[in-house]
């Protein structure tokens, strides 16, 4: 069953891959950039959270406890915004995108891409506006369990969406349309905050209601867009499936490309249970990458530097107008860094860009942790030259996460699952992201109260393993198509013997 209709020699497949015509088309460019705006709804969210917690107008009304504690002296400087009810405000979303993301995965297979991409949309709207008006912290934590709501059903479907519009040669470029948006949401969130900060005593809701604008932009993008052909073919709409195939490539020249979508669409449509099927032996590279993937990409720490930027720099000593500046630098460097890996994980492949940002992202934590350890402690500031040293560090930081795995934590799984499991791998995947990022949004805090300068050093640690990870383990998706990942398994050194 390994094989279904597809051809069972893996040179005759890549016989057929070559024969794969099109080029990329203002509509399928357009479609990209529509559908990747799910990504600035997940940006959005990351960045606005943790400027919002620093304000402390908002602290004043839902968290009065950690307000008490930020003004006053503290113990320990690390400790001054230890609290769980306020991790939860952050946390409390990406639990419930967990929980979306598995229901949305039956939809988006039955469905297909664009229902979920609106639904998505028309859910975040819903959490927009009951957080800019929330009057109590259970009104509050209901509006972010609805954008939570919202990011479950985008990320399962944005990625898929991509991937199956762009042309394979392009694929990877074009897949990162969703880290672009991502990045520019984290951006513009934290622009946000730093203009918001000084209107008192609404900034906190004003902040958290233009979550709205890109919530709309989602909504009506997917009202207007169509669905994927290998959508279409999934549901048995062949004939509306070549024409939209057609029309994206830019030729009637589509008959490789169309044939293995429906020989994958017969093979998947034997499958009735693909949650039960992904477990089976011949699909055991993709589960695992399905879970370490997301695993690692979130213990990099880049969301605990996201999420608690500006908590994180006062800490340090910086000032409030300071912190937001640096956070907002931090989130401009991310969105630049984004741009690198689009115009090179086509061309160099995606091993080299995860493994080299993997080092990078190491000696970065390694020398924040050093310098923090000898430098800053209890009732302790940075000097100015350390703390620019610290922000050089952490921009450097989050440079590498930008082109490395950042953008190819989402582009590698979302390419790998053939069709008979691609929602339940997608959904696998959007689901242990959202179960380590809510770990991690909930424990930040407690560990950085507890491990100190030393939680940069436990990240640096995971990094570590998840860099000999990839050298081993991965093999290069660069220039496969999309329905025929199963043959690059089988050549795999290691993969090859666990099919075997």
């Not at 990045?183 to 730093?194: L, S």
């Not at 879970?291 to 979130?298: D, G, V």
């Not at 115009?343 to 934590?365: E, Y």
């Not at 953008?407 to 590698?412: C, D, E, K, R, S």
Request: net charge positive.
């Amino acid at each position: 069953m390994a094989g279904g209709s597809f051809a069972t020699d893996s040179s005759v497949a890549k016989e057929r891959a070559q024969q794969y015509k099109g080029r990329v088309t203002p509509y399928v460019i357009i479609a990209c950039v529509v559908a990747a705006t799910g990504g600035a709804l997940f940006g959005y969210d990351i960045g606005i959270s943790g400027g919002v917690t620093s304000m402390d107008e908002f602290l004043q009304k839902f968290f009065p406890k950690v307000y008490k504690q930020k003004i006053h002296a503290h113990e320990n400087n690390y400790c001054k915004y230890d609290s769980q009810a306020l991790a939860a405000f952050t946390s409390s979303l990406y639990i419930a995108g967990l929980v979306a993301s598995l229901i949305a995965s039956p939809i988006t297979r039955k469905y297909g891409r664009r229902l979920s991409i609106i639904c998505g949309g028309m859910s975040f709207l819903v959490g927009s506006a009951l957080n800019a008006a929330a009057v109590n912290l259970e009104m509050l934590i209901l509006g972010r369990i609805m954008l939570g709501v919202g990011i479950g059903f985008g990320n399962q479907a944005v990625p898929l969406y991509l991937s199956e519009m762009a042309p394979t040669h392009l694929r990877g470029g074009l897949n990162m349309m969703f880290q672009v948006a991502t990045t520019f949401g984290i951006f513009t969130a934290n622009m946000v905050n730093y203009g918001t900060q000084n209107i008192k005593p609404w900034g906190w809701r004003l902040s958290l209601g233009l979550a709205a604008v890109p919530a709309v932009l989602m909504t009506v993008g997917g009202i207007c867009l169509p669905d994927t052909p290998n959508s279409l073919v999934e549901r048995g709409l062949n004939e509306k499936a070549r024409k939209l195939l057609e029309k994206i490539r830019g030729t009637a020249d589509v008959d490789a490309e169309f044939q293995d979508m429906v020989d994958a669409s017969e093979l998947a449509s034997s499958i009735k249970h693909p949650f039960r099927n992904i477990l089976e032996k011949k699909y055991r590279p993709e589960l695992v990458m399905a879970i370490f993937m997301p695993t690692f990409q979130i213990l990099t720490g880049i969301n605990s530097i996201l999420f608690y930027a500006p908590v994180l720099f006062q800490t340090m000593g910086f000032g409030r107008a300071a912190s937001l500046y640096s956070s907002a630098l931090t989130g401009g460097v991310l969105a630049s860094s984004t741009f690198i890996s689009i115009a090179t994980v086509d061309k160099l492949g995606r091993r080299p860009l995860l493994i080299s940002g993997g080092i990078q992202m190491i000696i970065c934590q390694v020398i924040v942790g050093i310098i923090l350890g000898v430098q800053f402690g209890d009732n302790k500031e940075l000097s100015k030259g350390f703390s620019i040293l610290v922000v050089v560090f952490i921009c450097l930081f989050v440079l590498a996460f930008g082109w490395s795995w950042g953008p190819l934590g989402w582009t590698v799984p979302s390419e790998i699952f053939p069709l008979e499991i691609r929602s339940a791998g997608q959904s696998i995947t959007v689901a242990v992201n959202l179960l380590f990022t809510f770990i991690i949004a909930q424990a930040f805090l407690s560990l950085l109260c507890s491990f100190k300068f030393g939680i940069f050093l436990f990240f640096a640690g995971w990094i570590t393993i998840m860099t000999l990870f990839v050298y081993v383990f991965l093999p290069e998706t660069k220039g496969i198509p999309i329905e025929e990942m199963s043959f690059m398994w089988r050549r795999h050194w290691f993969w090859k013997r666990v099919l075997a």
